[in-house]
């Protein structure tokens, strides 16, 4: 599923960092985000929610 990122929807970069939430870690996280590191892009979301919101927005056009 993380693999399947697509590519910045505001540069166009491959380069894009996923992380996920570590709600037992310290601190916790609970939200995943998906940045691009060509641009800083980035998007978070509640558990996987990112990766599906990135891919949302990057297939908007
Ligand atoms: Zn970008």
Redesign the pocket.
């Known amino acids: 599923m993380v693999n399947k990122l697509k590519p910045?929807?505001?540069?166009?970069?491959n380069?894009i960092y996923y992380s996920k939430p570590t709600p037992y870690g310290t601190p916790a996280h609970w939200l995943s985000s998906v940045s691009?590191t060509?641009?800083?892009?980035e998007i978070t979301g509640r558990d996987d929610k990112a990766v599906e919101a990135w891919n949302r927005r990057a297939g908007e056009e």
């Open positions: 910045c929807p505001f540069c166009g970069s380069k691009c060509e641009c800083g892009a």
